[in-house]
């Protein structure tokens, strides 16, 4: 058998932009695994091995099977403890838990109305209306109405990666010296702005932004690999 990762994927069947899906690409690259990745639609999800998932990534290891990235991060750990370690230890694990919040409640909700019509762009007809009804619902204001302030959570955002920035000025990555599972978390909320927008998140002279150049160069350049524009 072999492992399997489910992606979404924007209409082209080449960008995959979900940023949970990148941090099990880099978490597999670390790891030293092989992996097919499998592009999926929004439609195509609930088709996904059993039947029972509604997000992505799932994986499908050998049999068996998780549908949270964390918890695909942590089965990785466990399964294959002879590899190069995603966490260094459970201290390791606990501050990756910090880093997966900190994530997702301070950084998600502005990258997401920043680049929600530009997402939207990417995709399907079909993949379109699931998402425009799924973000509306979230935002409480259409995708137009949304955007229309992007230009505001913009210039708000370099100040929310304040504490990255700080972490950086004494070590190169938040795992220390190597990169660590911490580090594929927030690398996959710069990815996805990356894929789906067409213009930088944060200047080019950021330190933020020089760590996550380095997070492209890493696992043989992985993260370059994606295409950005047909």
Same mark, same amino acid.
């Given at each position: 058998?072999?492992?399997?990762?489910?992606?979404?994927?924007?209409?082209?069947?080449?960008?995959?932009?979900?940023?949970?899906?990148?941090?099990?690409?880099?978490?597999?690259?670390?790891?030293?695994?092989?992996?097919?990745?499998?592009?999926?639609?929004?439609?195509?999800?609930?088709?996904?091995?059993?039947?029972?998932?509604?997000?992505?990534?799932?994986?499908?290891?050998?049999?068996?099977?998780?549908?949270?990235?964390? %918890?695909? @991060?942590?089965?990785? =750990?466990?399964?294959? /403890?002879? #590899?190069?370690? +995603?966490?260094?230890? !459970?201290?390791?694990?606990?501050?990756?838990?910090?880093?997966?919040?900190?994530?997702?409640?301070?950084?998600?909700?502005?990258?997401?109305?920043?680049?929600?019509?530009?997402?939207?762009?990417?995709?399907?007809?079909?993949?379109?209306?699931?998402?425009?009804?799924?973000?509306?619902?979230?935002?409480?204001?259409?995708?137009?109405?949304?955007?229309?302030?992007?230009?505001? %959570?913009? @210039?708000?955002?370099? =100040?929310?990666?304040? /504490?990255? #920035?700080?972490? +950086?000025?004494?070590? !190169?990555?938040?795992?220390?010296?190597?990169?660590?599972?911490?580090?594929?978390?927030?690398?996959?909320?710069?990815?996805?702005?990356?894929?789906?927008?067409?213009?930088?998140?944060?200047?080019?002279?950021?330190?933020?932004?020089?760590?996550?150049?380095?997070?492209?160069?890493?696992?043989?350049?992985?993260?370059?690999?994606?295409?950005?524009?047909?």
């Amino acid at each position: 058998m072999s492992i399997i990762l489910y992606s979404l994927c924007a209409a082209d069947r080449r960008r995959h932009y979900s940023p949970h899906v990148w941090k099990i690409i880099m978490a597999l690259k670390h790891k030293e695994l092989q992996a097919e990745v499998r592009p999926v639609s929004f439609a195509e999800i609930a088709g996904i091995e059993d039947g029972s998932y509604k997000s992505v990534p799932v994986l499908n290891d050998n049999g068996h099977i998780e549908g949270d990235s964390f %918890e695909i @991060a942590v089965h990785l =750990e466990r399964a294959y /403890p002879d #590899r190069p370690s +995603l966490f260094g230890g !459970p201290g390791g694990q606990a501050m990756a838990r910090f880093v997966e919040s900190f994530s997702q409640t301070v950084i998600h909700p502005p990258v997401s109305a920043i680049a929600a019509m530009d997402m939207h762009a990417l995709m399907s007809p079909a993949d379109q209306a699931y998402f425009r009804a799924a973000r509306e619902k979230r935002f409480g204001k259409t995708l137009e109405e949304a955007s229309a302030t992007r230009h505001i %959570e913009l @210039a708000a955002l370099p =100040e929310k990666f304040a /504490p990255l #920035r700080s972490v +950086l000025a004494k070590q !190169p990555w938040l795992g220390g010296a190597q990169p660590l599972f911490a580090d594929y978390i927030l690398f996959g909320v710069l990815q996805w702005a990356r894929i789906t927008v067409p213009y930088p998140l944060l200047p080019a002279d950021d330190p933020v932004s020089t760590w996550f150049e380095r997070c492209l160069d890493l696992h043989g350049a992985i993260g370059r690999s994606v295409v950005l524009s047909d």
